[in-house]
């Protein structure tokens, strides 16, 4: 299986334009939203729309599924690799 983790993680600093983060400093299973790296829903927006731009995903803002893949860095990539399988 082909980690996405690395390329999420730069795609989150830049896309979001994160100053003085890097990569190492975004750990794989941190949550993303509210602790963890305190990304607020604007910012998954945007960060949604990049994800379906570089990989070719469709995801639903409404979908609780959706909401559980944007858990953390680690879900995404797992949710990207079996999305693009398909």
């Given at each position: 299986m082909r980690s996405y983790e690395d390329e999420i993680k730069?795609?989150?600093i830049d896309v979001l334009q994160l100053e003085d983060v890097t990569p190492a400093d975004i750990a794989s299973d941190e949550p993303l939203f509210v602790d963890g790296l305190g990304l607020d829903s604007?910012?998954?927006?945007e960060?949604?729309?990049?994800?379906?731009k570089r990989y070719g995903i469709t995801l639903s803002a409404d979908s609780e599924e959706t909401r559980r893949h944007f858990a953390s860095v680690h879900a995404l990539g797992l949710m990207?690799?079996?999305n693009r399988k398909k």
């Open positions: 730069q795609l989150i604007i910012d998954a927006l960060l949604g729309v990049a994800i379906q990207i690799d079996s």
